[in-house]
């Protein structure tokens, strides 16, 4: 049970390429999240998914696609890249629970993707 | 007033000390609440839920203030092993699938 696997683990782009970061899950959860971290600015939400074709965007979706054709897999997409796209991006997983009144997602984070732009 | 505000850290402890995180957040429609650590260059993971009554789980006592808008994560008896950043993570009004973390507190437990 590998858990969220993300590829690659690390890359460098010029600006301009495009790229495509993979997220895959083996825990048959619905819903799906990519998050850049940045020093100083916390994790943020790009894109997340709810299920199978669907995607919605979160806080910082611009320069940035995601596909979610399979259950397992959700794909994060650079177009274009560009130096203020250099971060660290993470992948999660979640189940919806509800626990002693605490609805929410524990999230399963991948070990992350260290992408550098020049 | 950001959505999520920690202490910004870093807290230097000595081994054995007891040291308390705090996070305030600005969404009164929110309805729940954790605490993740990360290590440094690593995943984040989830410590722990944070309960309407509080709760415990060994060394690590979570606390809400929902008048208050205020959560806490407290630590006893450090170990080196706590050596972290620790995120205050809130999830915001009925039907979000959104967390919303905080910029997270680093805590060194020295020897």
């Known amino acids: 049970n590998a858990g969220v696997t993300q590829t690659p683990k690390f890359r460098v782009l010029k600006t301009g390429q495009s790229m495509t970061l993979l997220c895959a899950q083996d825990?048959?959860?619905?819903?799906m999240y990519w998050y850049r971290q940045d020093p100083g600015m916390g994790l943020r939400l790009i894109h997340y998914?709810?299920?199978?074709?669907?995607?919605a965007k979160g806080e910082v979706p611009d320069g940035y696609n995601v596909s979610r054709l399979k259950k397992q897999n959700f794909l994060l997409g650079l177009e274009s890249a560009a130096p203020s796209q250099t971060s660290v991006y993470f992948c999660a997983s979640s189940y919806w629970s509800r626990d002693r009144g605490v609805v929410g997602q524990p999230q399963h984070f991948g070990d992350g993707t260290r992408l550098s732009i020049l | 007033r950001k959505e999520v505000e920690q202490d910004p850290g870093p807290f230097n402890v000595p081994e054995g000390a007891t040291v308390a995180f705090n996070c305030t957040y600005s969404?009164?429609?929110?309805?729940?609440f954790f605490w993740y650590r990360q290590d440094c260059r690593k995943e984040p993971k989830l410590l722990m839920s944070?309960?309407?009554s509080g709760n415990e789980d060994g060394r690590f006592t979570a606390q809400l203030n929902r008048a208050s808008q205020y959560i806490s994560l407290l630590i006893r008896d450090s170990k080196l092993s706590d050596s972290a950043t620790y995120l205050c993570v809130v999830l915001s009004g009925a039907g979000s699938y959104q967390l919303t973390f905080g910029k997270g507190t680093k805590l060194s437990v020295i020897p």
């Open positions: 969404n009164s429609a929110s309805q729940s």
């Open positions: 998914s709810v299920g199978e074709g669907t995607t």
């Open positions: 944070v309960y309407s």
């Open positions: 825990m048959n959860h619905e819903y």
